[in-house]
């Protein structure tokens, strides 16, 4: 089996002014099994501050290849991409051994594992397609219940009142559970986290914090010493470069 | 979040003369994280000695439910169900508040996110029926590459020659890899244990230890503070008994 | 061709007090041809009184199946599990060369023949967990417009108000063809037998009573003169019992 | 319930020189439960004389529905259309309230009843595309293992020589048995009736006679006193006729 | 590459008082390119004046496979069958060389090009049934977000009031993007056509003329040297004609 | 209806010394309509010479979206993107409101137009992970006989033995037809281009040529006035840059 003791990469795409690198290491490492270490890594890339569209999202994959890239031979045992458009993360996994983990994949398969049917609550409808986007490439529609609609922009959610946030998640969570038959929720925005363990305590069924889903697979991938599959990611063969 | 520290219940099925519950405790603790303990409970049913069709897990049904039903009374974090026939899982999970995990569903989950299709060895075409059943109703066949037959026993896995199984192990990984387009391989019986580690290297691709995945996804849900969706499983409504 | 006279045996999964054996029979007698015998054959398990739950069907496994064993021997032409979460159906057909026939599965099997989407009828949500898994293991979810639910317990329906049970079953079957899309409609428990016929008046759509359609392809299978595949449903290799 | 006494009105799309109403009617009797009448009626088209095309099929539209338009009115209480390209099924239900069956659907349905996948053999290669359309049309073709060809045509199989015609079959199902994974072979042409009892005995499998299987749903529906649902199948509304 | 300057024959179904080929011929110019040349055939059969359901559709199939066979022999470049229906479709590419394009198809293909889900608006329920088994046929029923009918028959559609017509295409439609989720409407009737333009300016989505599209595709297909693949479409051998 | 003359913005992906962009703009001409022009515009951005896995297309997002943002304001009425790994092309959707069309998807239609079930040749196994993607993001998988491996790097297909290109393609190309059931080929590599005709002729299929595929989409588009839809590619809402 592989080790309990590990240190895991956080590349961030997020680089804007409210980004602290001090307070993402402490949320992180609260989420984080005893002999976990975390290094969260500002990503220097130019793009919009935050992530809402597949345009959005498209400005942080070179940047962000780049630190997946020196992960292993900086000593990491595992990489995880905090952002719930998964950037670069079947491209990353082509050239890393370790693992790389998404927070959007690690919490839809944590909602398959807990239940039939999940609803995603996104930020705005522009965020949609995005979602619609990563559900098809992982396979992963027929699981889906719906995704619903906060109408909150991801700046609102990470700066606004974390009232209106809650109340927004709770309100959208019931009609998934009500009306759309969904019996997992999945947050669908990276700052949602922390909203989790009261919103399913409200709404009577799984609520997923996806920055918790995905140090759960990272932690659980390093244990097993278990990493993704290199006939599913094959090594880019060595190109010159223009 | 969970808890680091825990309590594991496996009602192990098998209760043939050949078990023994000192050997299995020391098999499982090998794979779980410091912190966690394990109860190996042998089940009393009147049954066939292994469990290779749906007929032959049939009769495990009532009496695993009655060990995974006083679990959490008993103080118990998890429950694992250490069969590839996933025997009582969704019943259990009806009448359990707790994670209560099979070693079959959490090998199909660990599969799908190190890879794109997997294909699972079988001892006998006796047994295709019932992972196809298992498939079916996780809804994972999808990412199914093949089901591949060695042509052993379980009993000849468990008692017999342990080089024949890792030759017809590697024998059929490779065609399932080759041929098949497999990228991950599950080993389809438990008495495989043991082989994971090898076969992955000779064979270039993850090999799920279906004991290592169970063990990883019911730590992994404590740890979290999740449960299954009372909404996917609901709760029994009393009835009187017959 | 198979034959004109035939004998069924029809193990019958619910037997609390007010199951008469003796009504059972003349019911089944009304349902099937002339030149067919019916000979229901009350279980013996300890469980549940009704089955409405994963976790109620699981107690009625072995004894079914010991019936099943049995059935070919003491000369029957074919078995009925009539119970609509066809407990044992497949485990049955792996130790059985004659028909065994569900009501559950011939249900559906007729509404695909006579309609394009149908909708169930369920006592109470506890048992949509159970008739999904059905529809997954059969691969009919395609076929499903919706499952509705009455909010009757199976007890309700087997003892109350007649009229109460037709009212419900006529105000979601109406929904189930106007709002749903469903263009046949399947009675979710046996006792709702005996309405279909005024419910498919007043509907205008099939409606399908699950007694009657297992009758039906229980005696077209033995004039046919088939039996399920064996490739498909494989008879497993003998084994020490515990 | 419905009859058990009951008429069946047979269109025969084939009306080539060796067709024979006589020899046509002991075969259908054959099949039939004592108590059911059928009346062979030779369909007036111009077209081609086997049909194994959707070209071909494309002929015997008109006239065929013509046949099953007048069918309830002379007192029929079932349809059955005789060629696997099951022409005009689905129209004629839009203008029929009996039952109007299809050999082509009635052999999936059996298929699907006794197995998991079904394979079946066709006569050529140019009928793979009806087949195919068939089984879109009806939602089958999750159900289907292959469709493999005999290279015989319609007329060979017909007119040739049977033991030719035994000798693919049994060439072709057991590779579809053995290579495709086939539990139940359907043969692709009405013209090889007769030979399934023996190919199932030699194969191992079910194989499905499609007239005998089109008889078989026939008399069920009309014992069970169900017709196809007119939500499905609807009634076209009057028209001028050009 | 193909050609720039090419003929097209348009066999026209629907054969009606009302209809006028001079004004078929202009309505055709008008969405042609440059150097298209169109011939407008009235095709000569009993049948409905109009074609709304599956059995409606079943009598133009043996004309219009005689225009569609005789068209390369008379020097044109590809055939358009103008009715929602497609009737003939898949036959007549059976027996032809040059591009058989159908209003339907090229509708749906040009919908999955543009966006993600469409819905068609019908005219009547009673064709639902027809457009259904078109896009089983073609594979197509996941790009789709819902049927929708507009209440307006065929001929109302054709003679009646273009006011009428157009309110229920905007109520219909912006129900389809509002309610069902549809990002690209489908005009469901030849005779919807120059409403286009207008309706999509109105609800926001592309609103797809079927004329339009089965031009735009007949065009491009010559122009790229393109036909119909003769490995999905064989030619039939010729049989003797009854 | 749009317009006949036209402007087409090419932006290449690939910068390497050996594309030249007055060759590239003669090959796009010659696929071209007469009153089609076209402008080849070199992207530059830091990244591999060639694009085969999805680590490589990672690195032109960024560039590529530059170019199609502009586009529409110089004037042009639709964007090609020259790659069969579709780069930017949805992210390209939600920022312009002219057609922006990839060559890989423009020739996954046309092979859904003319057959039933396509492969695709790619130049290696690196790539086969990068199409699976766009398959499954574009919903296409249903209609994929097989991927098939060339055995050439994107540069030896470039700058290469065009003779042994050509050997390449027809042998995996007839193995495609005879031994995986496809009907139509798609060329996996855009530097296959001109090989398309001669390949069709030998192998009795349509062999699909990716240049023409996208040059015959996007003119066709154009000419009927038809650009995505915006509700399945919603504008991004501003947002600052880091």
């Given at each position: 089996m592989g080790k309990a003791r590990m240190r895991i990469k956080i590349p961030t795409a997020i680089t804007g002014p409210l980004a602290s690198v001090e307070d993402d290491t402490k949320q992180w490492l609260a989420l984080a099994s005893p002999g976990t270490e975390v290094q969260v890594v500002p990503v220097h890339a130019?793009?919009?501050?935050?992530?809402?569209?597949i345009y959005d999202a498209a400005f942080y994959g070179p940047s962000l290849l780049e630190e997946i890239k020196t992960a292993e031979e900086q000593g990491f045992d595992a990489v995880i991409v905090?952002?719930?458009?998964?950037?670069?993360l079947h491209a990353g996994r082509e050239i890393a051994s370790i693992p790389v983990v998404g927070t959007a994949e690690s919490s839809f398969l944590l909602a398959i594992a807990l239940g039939h049917r999940f609803s995603e609550l996104e930020p705005t409808r522009e965020g949609l397609a995005l979602t619609r986007q990563l559900l098809l490439m992982y396979e992963f529609e027929k699981f889906v219940a719906s995704l619903r609609v906060l109408g909150l922009s991801v700046e609102e959610i990470r700066s606004g009142d974390k009232g209106a946030v809650k109340q927004a998640i709770l309100r959208e969570g019931r009609k998934a559970v009500e009306e759309d038959g969904a019996d997992v929720i999945v947050l669908g925005c990276t700052f949602m986290a922390g909203i989790a363990e009261e919103a399913s305590e409200q709404l009577g069924v799984p609520v997923i914090d996806p920055l918790a889903a995905a140090m759960g697979f990272a932690e659980m991938l390093v244990r097993l010493g278990l990493s993704h599959s290199k006939e599913a990611y094959m090594t880019p063969s060595p190109k010159k470069m223009t």
């Open positions: 130019k793009g919009p501050e935050t992530i809402e569209s905090p952002c719930m458009a998964d950037p670069g």
